[in-house]
């Protein structure tokens, strides 16, 4: 089957425009019947989702299924326009979700946003587009992930984005906005720029951060992540909206006959080969409901089924799994055929196959609990639950990490400053900015977006960094953890705290966010937390939402970053360039002691919706779920793409690196395309050595020669971990003027060796 499919890839793609037109004769309706079965099948449609399914689809040859829970927005103005921010979270596109209560802090339950949405949490977020540092990747590859390093990530980040700078030479001055375009990309599909229109509080506040000690970073996007910085958007720069993963990955190629996607239907199962799939739930856990969304109301925890007596329900070891098949990911290697699917709880079940893979990407929550209800997860936790054990992972839904923030309020009381609020408290003027956004793409309303920030490193804050660090070091690893952890956990996360110790040090390394709203709140949130939370199934009812425990602050080297970084808003307020604004300083308040201070923090911590880590990109040994190439360890073609797989949270806001890590997925799905075609020709390459003269004929508009040829440096690290561009770039001029004559064949197996190693 594959080699009809490459042939036809590369005979189509030599094809004349007009002769492909005709070929391609109509879209394909959103929603529209299902095929019998899909070479890929994608659980969840967010930012991952879209990606990897757009790009997969690329291939004519290939079909793609994409399923998603939610709906499709209807372009509302609440999602489109950047003054709306925020509004539409709780709202119909969000699963509202809730944490389980927090008895590290006061006990309550928090609300815990995801998108629920054709387009995920791009529907959904506060738009900010930023990377992280280069020490953030680096350390993923030094925890056993050859090729996510920074220059490995980099191409991705580049390849997603098409980057304008700032309208501006006077405002890119006066807001200390500059740019490399080394590291931008260009022709990329999401819209990435700046509003047109700026508070000038923003500068007030880098000014009192230069003032104190912080640099102002040149690019936030150039990997030297510590400092202030105003970071870009996804907002189109010719309209002023939202550009959203939905609007980019999606919308501009609803034609591709290829390219399914259905919206409404929640997959309840992955389908395992040799595993019972037949099971049902009996008896869903009380307080269930039809649409797999969590209950309102986050101070209670009704529909939850967990008690209040702890943040992490007890296990039920009371009942018995159903054929018992618990493999070692290490030695098994477990073939996924599908998934199980339905409108909702009550809607009969449907499965469809998937011949080549499937690929999760519904989210860090969402995935690990699918994985779960599937069968491949801690084995104590299915068996409490009756499910089918098909694979021992002890890594699924545990390492969940998130960016937690407290908020505060210091309003700024100096009138002559334009606030944000006036939008919200004086109606002539918010009217006279919706004329503005409307007739001019201009003014106020195109600034919803809090982007003026700063990532700061500890030492350059705080005279204590020195007494933190030491007890950082000093920690047992399994001191703040959650007890009856898996050996390997412990490992892993053993690794990471060393990287978390040495980076908490570094004066280049951002340890926690201000959030800055340019109407007195400074929220800070810690961007390298040291705690780590669980998300796990509380029933074997796919309908029921996971019990979520980030267990924020559990370790106190996170709860003392937040207090240094609290104690240091004050110094920002009194320098010289923020006394004009007048801020009064309500929470906390000027005189509140460290007492006072952890009693802000104990009621005001809230999540940054950036859970992390549940299905970790880790070795077998650490804890982890899956390989460098995003491979569920002891299953050949499962795989997970969303921020559950990152093995540490990085310090940004995390669309930009979702987006990027599931460009990387593509690459890595097609290079080992790339190497079963070599393999093929290797053996038998008479009847390949005419693809491969189309593929170097037309380097320059063939899919797989553009990648042999321009990406091979990416492969290489992604392969080896080094980059032998230059040799590999002899062989392939070598091949090209060689095809005509007897060599040709001998050269392109010596090629074939040479990459397949």
């Known amino acids: 089957m594959y ?7 590369v005979f189509a793609t030599c094809l004349p425009l007009s002769t492909l037109a005709l070929l391609h004769l109509h879209g394909r309706d959103l929603n529209a019947p299902l095929l019998d079965s899909y070479d890929y099948i994608v659980v969840g449609c967010g930012i991952s989702g879209l990606v990897v399914t757009n790009r997969l689809s690329e291939d004519p040859s290939v079909n793609v299924l994409c399923i998603e829970a939610g709906d499709p927005d209807r372009y509302e103005p609440i999602i489109q326009d950047p003054v709306y921010v925020g509004a539409d979270i709780g709202g119909i596109y969000d699963w509202d979700l809730s944490t389980t209560p927090q008895t590290q802090l006061d006990g309550a339950a928090r609300p815990m946003p995801q998108g629920k949405v054709l387009g995920g949490g791009s529907i959904l977020n506060a738009m900010c587009w930023n990377r992280g540092g280069q020490d953030d990747y680096n350390a993923w590859a030094a925890l056993g992930n050859p090729g996510w390093d920074w220059e490995g990530m980099l191409p991705y980040f ?27 990309g260009f022709n990329g599909p999401v819209q990435v720029s700046y509003p047109r229109y700026f508070y000038p509080q ?24 510590a400092g202030a910085a105003f970071v870009p958007t996804d907002l189109d720069p010719n309209n002023q909206t939202r550009s959203d993963a939905r609007r980019t990955y999606f919308d501009p190629y609803i034609s591709r006959p290829n390219f399914h996607v259905i919206t409404g239907q929640h997959v309840t199962r992955i389908l395992i080969e040799g595993v019972d799939s037949s099971y049902e739930v009996s008896n869903p856990t009380p307080g269930g409901n039809e649409d797999g969304n969590g209950m309102n109301g986050v101070t209670s925890n009704n529909g939850f ?9 007890a296990l039920d070891n009371t009942t018995t799994a159903r054929l ?45 609990q699918l994985l779960q209800l599937s069968g491949i997860g801690p084995s104590s936790l299915l068996r409490s639950y009756g499910i089918p054990i098909a694979l021992d992972l002890p890594g699924v839904g545990n390492n969940l990490q998130d960016h937690c923030l407290v908020g505060t309020f210091y309003p700024y009381n100096n009138a002559s400053y334009p606030s944000p609020t006036d939008l919200t408290t004086n109606a002539t003027y918010n009217a006279l900015a919706e004329m503005e956004y409307n007739n001019f793409k201009s003014g106020p309303w195109t600034a919803g977006s809090p982007n003026a920030l700063a990532f700061n490193p500890l030492p350059l804050i705080s005279n204590n960094s020195a007494r933190i660090l030491g007890a950082a070091n000093d920690q047992d690893p399994t001191q703040y953890l959650a007890g009856g952890l898996d050996p390997t956990l412990i490992a892993g996360y ?114 940054e919706f950036h859970p992390s880590g549940t299905c970790a990109m880790l070795p077998l040994e650490q804890g982890g779920v899956v390989d460098p190439h995003l491979r569920v ?54 009847n390949y050595i005419k693809y491969f003269r189309g593929f170097v004929d037309v380097t320059s508009h063939v899919k797989f020669g553009f990648h042999l040829y321009h990406n091979y440096s990416i492969f290489a690290v992604q392969r080896d971990g080094i980059v032998n561009g230059i040799y590999y770039h002899n062989y392939f001029c070598r091949i090209r003027h060689c095809l005509s004559n007897a060599e040709s064949e001998l050269c392109l197996k010596h090629l074939a060796n040479w990459i397949i190693g």
């Open 324 to 368: 018992l098949r618990r493999q070692s990911p290490s030695t098994s290697n477990l073939r996924i055929t599908g998934v199980e699917f339905a409108a909702s709880a009550s809607d009969a079940r449907r499965t469809i196959t998937a011949t080549r893979e499937v690929i999760v990407a519904a989210g860090s929550l969402h995935s690990a």
């Open 202 to 225: 923003s500068t007030n506040l880098f000014a009192a951060l230069n003032y104190l000690g912080v640099p102002t970073q040149f690019d936030p996007n150039d990997g030297s992540s």
């Open 494 to 607: 053993t690794l990471q705290k060393q990287s978390l110790v040495r980076r908490l040090a570094e004066t280049n390394v951002a340890s926690y966010e201000i959030i800055n709203n340019n109407a007195g709140s400074l929220t800070v949130a810690v961007m390298h937390p040291f705690s780590r939370g669980q998300c796990y199934i509380h029933s074997a009812d796919p309908f029921e939402p996971p019990s979520i425990d980030p267990r924020w602050l559990t370790n106190p080297v996170d709860r003392q970053v937040l207090i240094e970084a609290l104690l240091f808003n004050r110094q920002i307020l009194a320098t010289p360039a923020m006394l004009p604004l007048q801020a009064a300083q309500f929470v906390p308040t000027v005189d509140a002691d460290e007492d006072g201070i952890n009693a802000i923090i104990n009621t005001g911590i809230r999540t």
């Open 158 to 184: 580049i390849k997603s984005e098409t980057y304008t700078p700032v309208y501006s030479a006077d405002i890119a001055r006066e807001y200390s906005i500059n740019y490399n375009p080394l590291v931008h």
């Open 305 to 313: 089924g967990f008690g209040p007596g702890g943040s992490t329900p």
């Open 633 to 686: 360890h002891g299953a050949q073609n499962l795989r997970v793409v969303d921020a559950g797989i990152f093995p540490m949270i990085p310090a940004a806001h995390l669309q930009a690196v979702v987006y990027a890590v599931a460009e990387k997925l593509h690459g890595r799905i097609e290079w080992v395309s790339i190497c079963h075609f070599l393999r093929e020709f290797y053996n038998k390459p008479a």
């Open 3 to 9: 080699r009809s499919r490459l042939a036809l890839t």
